[in-house]
């Protein structure tokens, strides 16, 4: 899915393109851009025959755009890519071994990259449990690593069941989580594998915005209040039905562990900056 990604776009692509799995399809949507990225999409669509784009003639949104792709798609597999990221050369190769029968989503681990390629942060995802309820739990509870913008959404799935369930059903859910729904949904419908000799590279060093004012900040940085939005969304949609009012008494439970993970990291980027400034603070009061 493409939108105003002209600045990493080539990379993606090339970095799906060169994947040691040969046999497949890239759907390229561009979701109306802007910028460069149709004339990159079409330069790469006349020279490689594996490339279908597609240009939408006005802004449907990002999880519309989601499962355009999906029904546009002909294979019994299907991976979402995202316009800035690069993927390990035996991404596709490594997870699609892992679909075994009953495994719904395969998916290895992230990295977060910054300029240069350098690695800023690495995250490996669970082993998940093959017993679907205490995969469900194991979903409910788990830190998700929104904040470095990947999840098992963005491994392979099985298509048949991602347009049974589609991603824009969340989102009239929730729109602040969709992403974190789908894959509970998608967890107690199938097995999610994960791999560890493979990697999804997201990047940072976006530029940021203007600072958000300090009640925004309080809100969601200290209080986290868009998980109270997110973690309500969770008992619905618990497949098991006699599960619900054991998820509906564990929200309490789930916000407060939330609670103190976001804190504790806040907490230490403080910390950090302290110490970095202290030698200033000692040099002005001398």
Avoid at 143 to 168: K, Q, V
Avoid at 209 to 230: C, F, K, Y
Avoid at 268 to 274: G, M, S, V
Wanted: glycine share 6%.
């Amino acid at each position: 899915m493409v939108y105003n990604g002209e600045r990493f776009l080539a990379r993606a692509i090339e970095s799906l393109t060169k994947q040691t799995l040969r046999d497949f399809e890239l759907v390229i949507a561009d979701d109306a851009s802007a910028d460069g990225s149709d004339e990159i999409c079409r330069a790469y669509a006349a020279t490689d025959p594996r490339i279908r784009y597609i240009r939408h003639p006005r802004n449907i949104g990002m999880y519309a755009n989601f499962d355009f792709v999906v029904r546009e798609a002909r294979g019994e597999y299907f991976m979402w890519a995202a316009q800035d990221d690069e993927w390990d050369p035996e991404w596709c190769e490594v997870l699609l071994e892992n679909m075994t029968p009953g495994t719904i989503i395969s998916f290895g681990h992230v990295r977060l990259t910054g300029p240069g390629g350098r690695v800023l942060q690495r995250y490996h995802f669970p082993h998940y449990s093959r017993n679907p309820v205490r995969r469900t739990f194991q979903l409910f509870f788990q830190d998700m690593p929104w904040s470095i913008g990947s999840s098992p959404i963005y491994g392979i799935c099985r298509r048949a069941e991602m347009l049974r369930f589609p991603i824009c059903e969340t989102e009239k859910i929730s729109r602040d989580s969709a992403d974190s729904l789908w894959v509970f949904v998608m967890g107690q419908r199938g097995y999610i594998s994960t791999d560890d000799r493979v990697y999804h590279h997201k990047r940072a060093g976006y530029r940021r915005g203007p600072r958000p004012p300090w009640a925004t900040v309080l809100a969601e940085q200290v209080l986290v209040l868009h998980q109270v939005r997110m973690l309500t969304c969770f008992p619905r949609l618990v497949r098991r039905r006699w599960l619900r009012p054991i998820f509906a008494l564990l929200v309490p439970v789930r916000y407060a562990l939330r609670l103190c993970v976001s804190n504790t990291a806040l907490v230490r980027k403080l910390a950090a900056r302290i110490r970095r400034r202290a030698p200033l603070l000692r040099e002005h009061w001398q």
